[in-house]
Each structure stands twice: as C-alpha cells, then as structure tokens.
C-alpha cells in the first residue's frame, strides 16, 4: 500500500485509545441497559462483515456503536444493515459520528471510546494492519481469516498477538472449529475410533465469485471490490478460501505440515484478476499422515466441502452439507443431514451455511464476547498464525512447482505489495 499514516499518528491515536480502554464486568454487559453491552466496532461492511456482525449481535448480545469502510456505500449499506441488527436487541443505533470512511477510517474508529470490541472484516491484505491497529489500542479483536496473505504479514499478525496476551481477547474467524458435529467428531477422533490416521482427503469446490467491475472506477477501486480475484489482495483462493479445509486438518492431526507439493493454474478463468482456478496440494505431517488437497473455484453449477480420515480402525467424514460420521468398527454419526447443499450463491459467499456448520458462527460468536464478559481472555493467534502458513506452504509449492518446506518458506521474503493509493477514497 501507498500512502500509509506515518507510525507516529499511528501511536499517538492507538494510546490515546488505550487509556480510555477498560474491561466490562459481567454484570454491567449484560444489565438491562442498552448501552451496557460490550460496543463493537466493524471495519469493513461487506458480506461477511454483515453477517458476523450482525450475528455478535443478535446471538451474542454485542452492539454495534461504530463502522468504517474505506467506500462510503459501503459505509451507508453497513448502518442501515446494522442499525436494524441493534433494533432488533433494544439498542440504540449508531451515532452518526461514529461513521467513518477513507483511508483513516480504521484508525478512527478504534479512537472511539464507545468501542471495545473491533470485528476486522476487510480484504484480507489488510488484516494484519488493522489488527495491529485494535491491539495496539486494547481493544478485544475478531479477525477474519487469513491473518495474512504473505510471510511477511503473518509475522506481523503473530507479533501483534503476542502483544495481546493478558491485555484483550483474540479471535480468529474458523468458526468450524465451534460447529457441534465437528467438535464431537474431534472428540471421537482422540479416543480413538478411527485408529492412527493414515491418510486424508480433503477438498473445497466452489463457483468463481461474480463480482462487480465497472467501466467507470479506477483500476484500484475495481481491484479492491472484487478483491477475491487477485493474488495479492486475498492471498489466492487456496489462502482466502480453501484455507478452512486445511484449518479442520491442522486441528483434527493437532499439528501443521512440515512440507508440501503442489500444481494448479488458472485455466477456465476469464475475469479481470489473477487468482487460480483450482489447486492440488499433498501436505506432509509430522505424524506421517499425508493430506491430499483439492480446490476449484470455477463451476457454479456444483460446490461441496469435506475432510475424510482414514484410520487404522475406520474413516471419519466430515461434510459441511452432506454429514459428519464415522464408519468402520465402531460406528457413530453426529445426526447432521446428509442430505445435501441447499445454501444459495449468496448464503455461501456470506459464509452463511445449513446443516453441519448451522451453530458454528453463533457458538464462535458467544465464545468470543463470553471471553470479554466473563474476564477469561482468549488468543487465537498461534492458530490462525499456523494455519495461514500452512496455506501459504501449500500455495508456495504450486507456484514454484516443487516440494517446498515449511522452514523453507518461513525463512523466505515472500511478500505481496499491492500498489494501492488509499487517499483517492478520502475525497
């Protein structure tokens, strides 16, 4: 990026944000008063960002006191989607001050005293900036996945985390890992149902995103609202969006890969960016498990999402419409339907899904302000750390067309710098 406040501004607005911050007891956050719950602020209005904030508010008892966007319709669509989201709790809507657009928009509204709680659901470029920014400020944080894009920017994210212990509550956006059936299936997985896993299959297929470019916007405008469809801004599709299949594996095998091969390209894709179509990744543990990894975001006529595991004693399915079960020696079944998708376009591009994952995001979302109310702080970030480089291994190996390790890739430069100048929004 181009253009960036300079690191005294930043400091001096992130200090001032910390000294105004403080911790609500439990009793006042969920008193009968509307302004007593824990203030949110949200970065970034679009889809996602909606629908996680909307749903800290609705299932969790959040209220959202503060947005910003870089676009300024995106700002007006965010008031009025969660304006209604605090009518819905009694709460007031938001103040009009505290609506920001531009470039500093981020840095204003962490500035906010009303705010205790950030939800950082921007491009994923930008998410260790601006989770850097809320930390650095004290505030509690929620951020989208991938914690970042690059090497370079992961690091960011992890120092930023361990900046946060003891100070404020860290979350990181694999809501999977709070689904009921999957969280069960971990459980029967470590006693033992399935024997010494062996061998994993996985896959995430997907439609192409159909995005919004315009004849009359900028390059830049463009390449940040359909963002999904560039390398440098979402990391690729398999670091944006595969990178949840690889999170369950990493938690399932309680480890990350040590290495990884890959191919993929970008045939059958005709937009404006450079995002591949389709990956194939095999993933090395050091348990000596290998994870076969498969990626399409291409046909919109079909999509599915699903890790097997195959063990000495069984196989355990894990689907995110379609089942979660085990089958083998000792049987077990979740009760999640098998009956199939039946999320639209739009539900799945919200992050919004039925069946297996139907309590995920609101489990992860009373997970995340129970830490702040109850005093029990939380941090995700090695987690989100490990599995964004997990990624980003996989990505490596088909970029580069070799076996590439993790230490390899952790000790290398890789680094996108999008040439972005943010000030044109500021106008």
């Given at each position: 990026?181009?253009?960036?406040?300079?690191?005294?501004?930043?400091?001096?607005?992130?200090?001032?944000?910390?000294?105004?911050?403080?911790?609500?007891?439990?009793?006042?956050?969920?008193?009968?008063?509307?302004?007593?719950?824990?203030?949110?602020?949200?970065?970034?209005?679009?889809?996602?960002?909606?629908?996680?904030?909307?749903?800290?508010?609705?299932?969790?008892?959040?209220?959202?006191?503060?947005?910003?966007?870089?676009?300024?319709?995106?700002?007006?669509?965010?008031?009025?989607?969660?304006?209604?989201?605090?009518?819905?709790?009694?709460?007031?809507?938001?103040?009009?001050?505290?609506?920001?657009?531009?470039?500093?928009?981020?840095?204003?509204?962490?500035?906010?005293?009303?705010?205790?709680?950030?939800?950082?659901?921007?491009?994923?470029?930008?998410?260790?900036?601006?989770?850097?920014?809320?930390?650095?400020?004290?505030?509690?944080?929620?951020?989208?996945?991938?914690?970042?894009?690059?090497?370079?920017?992961?690091?960011?994210?992890?120092?930023?985390?361990?900046?946060?212990?003891?100070?404020?509550?860290?979350?990181?956006?694999?809501?999977?890992?709070?689904?009921?059936?999957?969280?069960?299936?971990?459980?029967?997985?470590?006693?033992?149902?399935?024997?010494?896993?062996?061998?994993?299959?996985?896959?995430?297929?997907?439609?192409?995103?159909?995005?919004?470019?315009?004849?009359?916007?900028?390059?830049?405008?463009?390449?940040?609202?359909?963002?999904?469809?560039?390398?440098?801004?979402?990391?690729?599709?398999?670091?944006?969006?595969?990178?949840?299949?690889?999170?369950?594996?990493?938690?399932?095998?309680?480890?990350?890969?040590?290495?990884?091969?890959?191919?993929?390209?970008?045939?059958?894709?005709?937009?404006?960016?450079?995002?591949?179509?389709?990956?194939?990744?095999?993933?090395?543990?050091?348990?000596?498990a290998h994870v076969n990894f498969h990626s399409t975001q291409l046909d919109p006529a079909y999509g599915d999402v699903a890790e097997?595991?195959f063990g000495t004693k069984g196989i355990a399915e894990a689907h995110y419409s379609g089942g979660v079960f085990i089958k083998g020696?000792?049987?077990?079944?979740?009760?999640?339907?098998?009956?199939?998708?039946?999320?639209?376009?739009?539900?799945?591009?919200?992050?919004?899904?039925?069946?297996?994952?139907?309590?995920?995001?609101?489990?992860?979302?009373?997970?995340?302000?129970?830490?702040?109310?109850?005093?029990?702080?939380?941090?995700?970030?090695?987690?989100?750390?490990?599995?964004?480089?997990?990624?980003?291994?996989?990505?490596?190996?088909?970029?580069?067309?070799?076996?590439?390790?993790?230490?390899?890739?952790?000790?290398?430069?890789?680094?996108?710098?999008?040439?972005?100048?943010?000030?044109?929004?500021?106008?």
């Open positions: 990026m181009s253009r960036q406040p300079d690191r005294r501004t930043f400091l001096k607005s992130a200090a001032a944000a910390s000294a105004a911050f403080t911790i609500l007891r439990p009793e006042i956050v969920f008193g009968t008063a509307a302004n007593s719950s824990v203030g949110l602020g949200v970065i970034g209005c679009g889809n996602r960002g909606t629908n996680v904030g909307s749903g800290l508010v609705t299932n969790a008892g959040a209220r959202v006191t503060a947005l910003a966007d870089l676009m300024r319709d995106k700002l007006a669509d965010g008031q009025k989607n969660f304006n209604q989201a605090n009518r819905g709790k009694g709460y007031a809507e938001i103040s009009p001050k505290n609506l920001f657009s531009g470039s500093e928009a981020y840095l204003r509204l962490i500035e906010c005293k009303d705010v205790d709680a950030v939800l950082v659901t921007t491009p994923a470029v930008f998410h260790p900036l601006h989770m850097e920014a809320a930390v650095e400020a004290g505030k509690h944080t929620y951020c989208e996945k991938p914690v970042g894009v690059d090497v370079k920017g992961v690091n960011r994210f992890l120092r930023a985390a361990d900046r946060a212990n003891g100070r404020c509550s860290l979350a990181v956006g694999f809501q999977i890992r709070h689904a009921t059936p999957y969280v069960e299936l971990r459980q029967k997985i470590n006693e033992g149902l399935i024997g010494d896993i062996v061998s994993v299959q996985a896959y995430y297929f997907s439609g192409e995103p159909e995005l919004d470019w315009r004849a009359d916007r900028s390059w830049d405008e463009n390449r940040l609202r359909c963002w999904f469809w560039f390398r440098d801004l979402s990391g690729d599709i398999l670091v944006e969006q595969g990178i949840h299949v690889v999170d369950i594996c990493n938690w399932i095998l309680g480890q990350h890969p040590v290495a990884a091969s890959g191919v993929g390209g970008r045939a059958g894709r005709d937009d404006k960016g450079d995002a591949w179509s389709h990956y194939q990744v095999n993933f090395e543990y050091p348990c000596g097997k595991f020696a000792q049987e077990w079944d979740s009760g999640a339907s098998r009956g199939g998708a039946t999320e639209s376009a739009q539900d799945k591009a919200a992050g919004r899904f039925t069946s297996a994952l139907e309590d995920a995001d609101p489990n992860k979302q009373k997970a995340f302000i129970g830490s702040i109310t109850s005093g029990k702080l939380i941090n995700e970030g090695q987690a989100g750390a490990d599995t964004a480089m997990s990624a980003i291994l996989g990505r490596t190996a088909a970029y580069w067309g070799r076996r590439v390790t993790w230490d390899e890739v952790a000790a290398s430069d890789d680094c996108f710098e999008p040439a972005l100048d943010l000030r044109q929004f500021d106008k």
